[in-house]
């Protein structure tokens, strides 16, 4: 936006009245204030639901046109070995792994790191990633359905390279989710990383009370 002199001039208003408005419109989280680059309009922010396992196509569906950049897809002979611990493999097991970079009516959302099994994983590289949810896809190959998944959500600010890709400004706030997919049977199929834009996605639930554990 123009700067509150500039504002003031074409509306035909008063400095302080402007500097209202903009305070207004910023406590509606309407507008940001960006040190170096001005006041400027904020992005409209989805609700993604952490209640039910859904991949993110699944999540947004009605809210525009999800794409994925498959930026690695190939096996691996070594796995982290935090990666190997949450799969419940050798560490030379071996993977397939794979970052996509998801995008939302063309902006950058988030940026995804998955590790799968092999017997799941290479089938999974003959499949169209571009347009497609993985959450979908590893139903199809293993014939069964996914069945629960655990997660924890950090809250970091981005680095140089993971800010780039995602069009931010190094040092903007992002969550990082990580989540492990198990199938329906209990085996541990999709270990991930996911770096989520903090302005473009707010992260719900609805929380349930449920009997009040009694002291021991």
């Known amino acids: 936006l123009p700067d509150e002199r500039t504002l003031a001039t074409q509306l035909g208003a008063s400095r302080n009245a402007i500097r209202e408005a903009l305070g207004l419109l910023r406590a509606e989280g309407l507008i940001t204030r960006r040190r170096g680059v001005g006041t400027v309009v904020a992005q409209q922010r989805y609700g993604h639901s952490l209640d039910r396992l859904a991949g993110?196509?699944?999540?947004l569906l009605g809210r525009?046109?999800?794409t994925n950049e498959v930026r690695a897809a190939h096996p691996v002979a070594d796995m982290p070995d935090a990666v190997a611990r949450r799969l419940e493999l050798p560490r030379d097991?071996?993977?397939?792994?794979?970052?996509?970079?998801?995008?939302?009516?063309?902006e950058p959302l988030s940026l995804d790191a998955t590790y799968l099994?092999?017997?799941?994983?290479?089938?999974?590289?003959?499949?169209?990633?571009?347009?497609q949810d993985v959450f979908v896809l590893l139903e199809r190959i293993s014939g069964q359905p996914l069945g629960r998944a655990d997660l924890a959500v950090h809250a970091m600010t981005a680095g140089a390279d993971t800010a780039a890709l995602?069009?931010?400004?190094?040092?903007?706030?992002?969550?990082?989710?990580?989540r492990l997919t198990r199938l329906a049977d209990g085996r541990p199929v999709d270990a991930e990383t996911v770096h989520i834009r903090a302005d473009?996605?707010?992260?719900?639930?609805?929380?349930h009370r449920g009997a009040v554990p009694s002291a021991p």
Do not use: H, K
């Open 56 to 59: 993110l196509a699944e999540t």
């Open 64 to 66: 525009g046109t999800i």
């Open 117 to 131: 099994p092999l017997d799941i994983g290479r089938p999974l590289l003959e499949c169209e990633l571009t347009d």
């Open 93 to 106: 097991a071996g993977a397939v792994y794979l970052e996509r970079l998801r995008r939302l009516d063309g």
């Open 200 to 207: 473009r996605l707010v992260l719900q639930a609805t929380l």
């Open 166 to 178: 995602l069009g931010i400004p190094a040092g903007a706030a992002v969550f990082a989710i990580d």
